[in-house]
């Protein structure tokens, strides 16, 4: 099994990983169209932090997620879990890292069997892996509902018996009972009222310091990220759009996407006037995007050269990485030569589309 050369201080390293999604096949079955939900996402975890995935919907956070998890078989890249390479490993391997990589759901109400007590749905995942001793299950659940704020008694109850809040604290139970590693946190508050996410927020932040765990968050809650990540990652149709320290990244964003991102943020200050930037449009469909870079179509920045030529991520600042043309001194000292070559292709497109029309009306009048 390959691991990386560094030691395994980062927990989840990830290396241009992709998840394409096939959405339309010839008749063999063989795919003609991708889906692109992932695609050519790095970052490194190191243990015992947590980095914040955001993005509007459909940018590939969720599908990032679960690739991570090993629920979607990869297209591309490399996931390191502790130093060891678990990319391509089979099913029965993968058991051994599922104890260690455990996910919270974002719905408390579907994500919880509405058979089984709450003692059992904890226990379950306890008793196949063996964490403790059979005569031991019953109290080391019960130590781990009151760690979650559940009382004791609620052991033979059942979810239906339950408020949102109760029943993600039992997700969250069930999830760090069998002691795991990292947890993938999808969106874990956005189901809840905004009382019980303050809760549950606090809960799991003061679970990674007790317990030394390691998160994923997954939201579109950037107030909740900034209380709760050491690093951020921003998405949009898949790629990474900016990567760095949190505080950093709220103190100094520099992607146009993040700075509208972060412009809708609340500032709990009334003598601070908030400049919020609005985006144009919707988010355009991950299964055809935009040439260039893929923000084009909605940045207030747009250059003529972001219209044709992908931007290349990069590290802008130690430890600050970003994908856009403004921060690229070779693309920002040949702007001239860029719209040039832009005017070309223009021209030659229009030159294209006029000697189809031409041949097109020929066709007709012979027809
Ligand atoms: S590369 Fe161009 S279009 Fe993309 S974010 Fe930067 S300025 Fe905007």
């Known amino acids: 099994m390959q691991t990386t050369d560094e030691s395994p201080k980062y927990i989840l390293e990830v290396k241009n990983l992709k998840k394409y999604f096939p959405i339309e096949k010839n008749i063999f079955g063989k795919p003609l169209r991708y889906l692109r939900a992932v695609d050519d996402v790095s970052f490194k975890l190191e243990k015992g932090k947590a980095i914040g995935v955001v993005g509007e919907s459909g940018c590939g956070k969720t599908t990032l997620g679960r690739t991570i998890l090993k629920l979607y078989e990869s297209d591309g890249g490399q996931i ?38 709450v003692g059992n749905i904890i226990s379950e995942a306890v008793k196949v892996h063996k964490i403790v001793p059979k005569d031991e299950v019953s109290n080391y659940i019960k130590d781990i509902m009151n760690k979650c704020g559940l009382q004791p008694q609620y052991y033979d109850r059942y979810p239906h018996e339950f408020s949102g809040g109760q029943r993600q604290r039992i997700c969250i139970a069930r999830a760090l009972a069998v002691k795991p590693k990292l947890v993938i946190c999808d969106e874990p508050v956005s189901a809840l009222d905004v009382s019980i996410q303050a809760q549950i927020i606090n809960l799991l932040k003061d679970l990674q310091a007790k317990m030394g765990l390691t998160y994923v968050f997954i939201s579109h809650d950037l107030s909740v990220v900034k209380y709760i990540t050491n690093d951020i990652l921003v998405m949009y149709l898949g790629n990474v759009m900016e ?83 403004l ?35 020929k066709h007709e009048k012979k027809d």
Do not use: W
């Open 80 to 117: 390191f879990f502790n130093g060891e390479d678990i990319t391509k490993i089979s099913k029965g391997q993968m058991k051994k890292y599922r104890k260690d990589i455990q996910l919270i759901f974002q719905d408390p109400y579907s994500s919880l069997p509405p058979r089984m007590t």
């Open 327 to 361: 921060y690229n001194p070779e693309i920002m000292n040949n702007l001239e030569e860029y719209d040039k070559m832009y005017e070309q292709m223009e021209k030659e497109a229009l030159e294209k589309q006029e000697l189809e029309k031409n041949k097109r009306k």
């Open 243 to 325: 990567l760095g320290e949190t505080e950093e990244i709220f103190k100094n964003p520099m992607h146009p996407y993040t700075k509208a991102l972060f412009s809708a943020v609340p500032v709990p200050n009334p003598d601070v006037k908030m400049q919020r930037i609005i985006l144009k449009g919707d988010i355009p469909s991950p299964a055809n995007p935009p040439k260039g870079c893929k923000f084009h179509t909605r940045c207030s920045e747009c250059m003529n050269v972001c219209k044709f030529k992908e931007p290349v991520y990069y590290e802008a600042y130690p430890k600050h990485f970003v994908s856009c043309h």
